[in-house]
């Protein structure tokens, strides 16, 4: 298969290197993109390729980049007359995920979500949520690799709807020991903050120095969380308990 992707973040870039493990041809766009971007491409095989040139040989097209630049990536996808499968692998809620799907009329659009770390091999598995009618087709894509696709339901949104349950989970339990270590600094009591992280499920209280760890990733986190919030609001819950730790992010990347 030939396959574009936009584009090689951290998460973008491992995806893609698996691909090409698999024996997969895998282009990207470097036009505008940072040195970093540059160094992860090469690294994991890809070649770097025009937008029109990469989307339009391209069976397969790979959307991983943060949430706020998703719909914008489907839309110019899109634009240039895409008709193959479409694997929109950022964490949406269901009204972003719908705009994204109306952007490509004539693809075939495959939901997908991540869980877990960059595909490395390591002891943690990834697993790649895929959901619509080309989901198994998809899956195939990274057959014997160190990412373990999932096949969660025919429909689109179900893959975004597992990724968005871990995610909350996950990294809003991130979110409180941010605020927990803040509330402890702020009272210098953080020695006995981190006495307990030998309880059940409080080894993220191990390390004082997570908030600051955490804020390389806090401005792609925190619309992740705006997402999240409109999630839980589809399905008639709490979207605003999202919202609230949405505002551990965007103080600790300011």
């Not at 491409?41 to 025009?50: H, S």
């Not at 025919?154 to 339990?173: F, H, P, R, T």
């Not at 605020?179 to 307990?196: P, R």
Request: charged residues 20%; hydrophobic residues 50%.
């Amino acid at each position: 298969m030939r396959i574009a992707v936009f584009h090689p973040g951290a998460m973008g870039s491992r995806l893609a290197a698996q691909l090409v493990a698999a024996g997969h041809e895998v282009h990207w766009d470097p036009e505008g993109r940072s040195p970093a971007s540059v160094e992860r491409a090469e690294a994991a095989g890809l070649i770097g390729t025009p937008f029109a040139d990469a989307v339009g040989a391209a069976d397969a097209v790979l959307c991983s980049c943060a949430p706020q630049g998703a719909v914008d990536v489907a839309a110019r996808v899109g634009a240039a007359g895409f008709t193959g499968i479409y694997i929109e692998a950022n964490p949406l809620s269901p009204s972003s995920l719908r705009k994204a799907q109306e952007a490509l009329p004539d693809a075939t659009f495959v939901d997908a979500g991540v869980l877990g770390p960059p595909p490395v091999g390591g002891p943690l598995p990834t697993h790649l949520m895929l959901s619509g009618s080309a989901a198994q087709q998809v899956a195939e894509f990274w057959a014997g690799t160190a990412l373990t696709p999932m096949v969660v339901g025919a429909e689109v949104g179900a893959a975004s709807a597992a990724k968005a349950a871990y995610a909350l989970y996950n990294k809003g339990k991130a979110a409180l020991a941010v605020l927990a270590f803040q509330l402890a600094e702020k009272h210098g009591v953080t020695d006995a903050l981190t006495a307990q992280h030998v309880r059940l499920d409080a080894e993220a209280l191990k390390d004082p120095g997570l908030p600051d760890n955490l804020r390389r990733v806090a401005w792609r986190w925190g619309p992740e969380f705006d997402e999240l919030g409109e999630t839980l609001d589809a399905a008639g819950l709490e979207g605003d308990a999202a919202r609230a730790l949405r505002q551990v992010w965007t103080k600790l990347s300011q």
